[in-house]
């Protein structure tokens, strides 16, 4: 792997003079291209110790228009990283479209320190490698375009620079690892043999730079930056013009093919006001002390509500947040998304509000926007929202490795029920701002979400985050449901008995899940 | 203070419903106009313990629209906040324009609670609570509404429902103080009478309001925030009218009235190309050594580049950061604002990337924009940008405070040079994206700026923060010269001798500051 990049190239200081302000506007303009087709650019630079690492992302800062350019280094947990999920760090600093993302060390520096000094085993490293795959998947999608460099002497040169380096400035070890690394040449080499090719694949490339000289290796990084840039450019343009040529075409699908999931839920289920206030109390009581727990066992809380408009999640919310104290609560109203949400990861506005250890968040209205409204009305693509679902199983599945309690609910009304309550809410005048044009326009498309909910439902009813449909045509049964769902997801996650003894995981096996519905039919 | 709320007034049932909807309306219709007028509100909640403080925020949720409303609470310092400035969690979590932020306890909650321990001194707390007034000075008279409010009951309606409390749901205490507080009324109350007329101020506003009746309590409440609104929006109005008004006779002080401090600085400095190379390398040496010792000790760094256009900023920055291990530096460019960052506070963009313990940042032009470019536009009205000098210097003073070294530089050029400059950029091919248009605007404007500059250097030369004027008109003594003061300023941080052995203290007073430079002349 390492064998045509230990040749020493070399450039004159006068033949890279010739080409330097070529590559150098064409570096610059490619940045303002990519700004026009609305991608972000994220490199990641690696390599050996004084490699000249940083000497290369000081000319990018130089040669790129510094004021679209963000360096970003994760070289290890900070507090603020270590109370939330492990890609939330990551996540928290993608650059915005039109944006260039130096990633000094990207999110391979830190694994492969470890791995190299023999801190995990083989398989620990696969799957992190794995996780990084999916990520870098995930943002290709999504308008990034992703470059990696491995910047490499052989290991005679690599002890030189290292005698030198400490003779001029001495060594500031930052970490155990890197000390330990800057050590053992024989190690860092193998372990990178190990992740480079686990993790280089066509949507995130990783090129190995002969480093021995100056000149060489930088114009080795800003040619291979051009060739990535056009390459992404030419993409998009080919996309758009692919997806221009569809839009005519396209076609709402609103055939309704079966019996959906959300027709076979048994929507007769009632309870009355006497038994409502009092059970609300009772479970809310219940809740605010198994929240406290949870809180000081650093366990997190994300409860995420869709369903259909006027479903009563709001009010389901306020009976939920009635019961947890409100110094560990957070309720994120999803509308419509910022400028600095709209510029980054569709998930990008999501990952900036998950819990810290301990804490609760609710969505009112989630990720799953992308595989319904979004879906339904055109404004993701059909390449975008059919893939979203793997990407928010991915989501879902790094809260809850991080002893996070997920929970879903879609809160389920019939149609006749939601019609007398759009006229309700016209009716009582503190009501009549939460009725309008569009709520009316999204019910004329009701077979549409209802097919868009249904795949939603089969896709995204994952083994440790399953959806939680709620019955929600009597407010009081819906609000208890919720409540009660939460209440023994606590207790399960706290390993305690609720109140009739019962062991919890067999209580949650009994809860309103997909799975129930949909064997119930069979 | 607490007599007159101790009545234990009472609406019945049926009195509060009969005003209930009409408040509710006129409440979110309020919410609406404040977003047309730019207004965001921050409502604290505060309160004797079971005097309802989180049913009355849950009121707010239901009777604001709950999609333009956050939930705050600051009762503990969080691990990302400690190893911040101690206001930094406040302005992390301030509402946008048009949001209400509903804020339990607010920044009041916290030292409430200590100083009812007797865990603070008097002198402490009005230290801490005159803080507190300054941060709702600079907030209200930058568009937010600030209303606060103290839920009272007596003693023995306290004690009553502590009891049934207990019985109902148990009392989780969330901290050690809170505990504390709970058993002693007395002291709580003794805190909250020194407290409130510390801070009860025409634009940030106590309410104490009788909180026995739930039905009065709510309705006080929402009166008051009616109140509160209506008359902050026809503030801005007639504000607004006021400006218009002016906006034709408003000139630009362009008359230069004197000597300016900018016109004392000694240009004739320079360096040769060798010497540069030396020194540059020495210097970069010893703050790469410096800056990881003070990364060790939470010592952060805040560097700020102002400076005449083409006056060698990035230059200088980056022979800066090529000094520096990029682990623990973040460059922060500072161009047009983001949408979120245009709906708050002008200061929270800054306060958005302040360094955490240990870490540098670097802002490639900074807050001065509101006295400089914003002035000299007219982007600020007058008002904004004269209050901006005492708004700046207490962020400052915050920063200072924090351990935080903060550096103030001033690029200096003449004319002429920057005149060679923009031509040289017009020359060079791969330097033409740095001139435009602006720039050449901006220059005729240079006798305002140097106004601008001059009154800024005067009101914001603090000693605890004083500026740093470079003279820059050769590049090579500018970018050692920086060096040097950072080198100089963290030796005299870490407590250490500089290379000739002498007490940096010393060392530090030699500095090019405007100080000096004052002086000279006098």
Not at 255 to 265: E, H, Q, S
Not at 381 to 401: C, G, T
Request: aromatic share 10%; glycine share 4%.
């Amino acid at each position: 792997m390492f064998n045509t990049v230990t040749l020493r190239q070399k450039y004159t200081s006068k033949e890279f003079k010739k080409i330097e302000s070529e590559l150098r506007i064409k570096l610059f303009q490619l940045q303002q291209e990519c700004a026009k087709h609305k991608l972000a650019v994220i490199i990641t630079i690696a390599g050996v110790e004084n490699s000249g690492r940083g000497a290369v992302a000081n000319l990018l800062s130089t040669w790129f228009d510094a004021k679209k350019l963000t360096n970003q280094v994760f070289w290890r947990k900070d507090e603020e990283a270590k109370l939330r999920p492990k890609h939330w760090r990551y996540w928290a600093k993608l650059p915005m479209q039109g944006e260039v993302g130096l990633f000094l060390g990207g999110w391979y520096g830190e694994p492969m320190r470890r791995a190299a000094c023999g801190d995990m085993s083989e398989k620990e490293l696969m799957v992190i490698m794995h996780d990084k795959v999916k990520l870098e998947r995930t943002l290709a999608d999504n308008n990034y375009v992703l470059v990696k460099f491995w910047l490499h002497l052989d290991e005679k040169e690599h002890k030189k620079r290292q005698k030198i380096r400490k003779a001029e400035k001495g060594v500031c070890h930052f970490s155990h690892f890197e000390k330990e690394n800057g050590k053992n040449y024989t190690a860092v080499l193998d372990t990178v043999a190990k992740v480079i090719p686990m993790t280089d694949t066509d949507f995130a490339r990783w090129y190995i730079v002969d480093a021995y000289d100056k000149e060489f290796r930088d114009a080795s990084v800003v040619k291979t930056l051009i060739r990535t840039m056009e390459e992404a450019i030419a993409a998009q343009i080919l996309n758009k013009a692919k997806v221009d040529a569809q839009e005519d075409t396209q076609v709402i699908d609103s055939t309704d093919t079966g019996i959906a999931i959300l027709d076979r839920v048994d929507l007769s289920k009632t309870l009355t006001k006497e038994r409502y206030s009092e059970r609300v109390k009772e479970l809310q009581n219940e809740v605010y002390q198994l929240t406290y727990e949870a809180f000081q066992k650093g366990i997190s809380s994300t409860l995420a509500f869709e369903g259909w408009d006027a479903g009563g999640k709001g009010g389901a919310i306020r009976r939920l947040t009635g019961g947890i104290d409100s110094r560990i609560t957070r309720v994120i109203p999803i509308s419509s998304p910022t400028d600095e949400e709209l510029a980054r990861h569709y998930l990008w506005r999501f990952w900036r509000h998950v819990p810290m250890a301990g804490y609760v968040t609710v969505y009112d209205r989630t990720w799953y926007g992308r595989v319904l409204v979004e879906r339904v009305e055109g404004f993701a693509r059909p390449e975008e929202w059919k893939r979203a679902y793997a990407e928010i199983n991915s989501f879902e599945k790094q809260l809850v490795d991080d002893k996070n309690i997920l929970l879903k609910f879609w809160m389920h009304i019939s149609p006749e029920e939601q019609l007398r309550r759009f006229k309700e809410r016209e009716q009582v005048s503190w009501k009549q701002y939460k009725i309008t044009e569009e709520d009316w326009r999204n019910r004329e498309k009701s077979t549409a979400y209802k097919i868009a909910a249904d795949e939603m439902f089969q896709r995204t009813d994952t083994a440790y985050a399953p959806w939680h449909i709620i019955p929600a045509e009597s407010k009081y049964y819906a609000r208890i449901e919720v409540l009660t769902i939460y209440r023994d997801a606590l207790l399960q996650a706290l390993h305690k008995k609720n109140g009739h003894g019962e062991q919890c995981s067999a209580k949650i096996a009994r809860l309103k899940s997909v799975k129930e519905i949909t064997k119930g039919h069979k």
